[in-house]
C-alpha cells in the first residue's frame, strides 16, 4: 500500500501531477494541487514525482 502527499509550499499549482495521476486522486485547488481521493488509493507508481519539476508530490510506502 502506498500514500501521496503533496508538499503545499513546493507546488506552483502548474497542474502536471493532477494530469498525471493514474489513480485520479489529485485535483487543483485554490491554484495547488491536493489530495481530494483517499490518499491510499495512491498505486505507487510515482508518475506524480516524475512529472513535477518543483518537487511536491511524496509517494511512500506503507
Given at each position: 500500500m502506498y500514500m501521496v502527499t503533496i508538499d503545499a509550499e513546493k507546488c506552483e499549482g502548474c497542474g502536471e501531477c493532477v494530469d498525471a495521476c493514474p489513480a485520479a486522486i489529485l485535483e487543483m485547488v485554490d491554484g495547488k494541487a491536493v489530495v481530494t481521493g483517499s490518499e491510499t488509493d495512491c498505486m505507487g507508481c510515482e508518475t506524480c514525482v516524475v512529472?513535477?519539476?518543483?518537487g511536491a508530490p511524496q509517494v511512500q510506502e506503507l
Open positions: 512529472t513535477c519539476p518543483h
